[in-house]
């Protein structure tokens, strides 16, 4: 039976297993960020436009 991994988290910044993201990781994440703002302001600019009726499907 191996023995539990205990973690010491100080909250005193990175630990030595730090490792930097990969210019394609943060690509990828700022591109989400970017879809998702333009989604909700799409979705807010419809609503304004049509008098914040609800759109259809949605609850």
């Known amino acids: 039976m191996s023995s539990p991994v205990v973690v010491k988290v100080t909250g005193h910044g990175k630990d030595g297993q730090h490792r930097r993201l990969q210019p394609r990781n943060a690509q ?5 960020a970017v ?25």
Request: hydrophobic share 45%; proline share 3%.
């Open 35 to 59: 879809a998702f703002v333009d989604f909700v302001s799409e979705t807010h600019r419809y609503r304004e436009a049509n008098n914040n009726m609800r759109i259809p499907g949605s609850k």
């Open 28 to 32: 990828l994440v700022l591109a989400a």
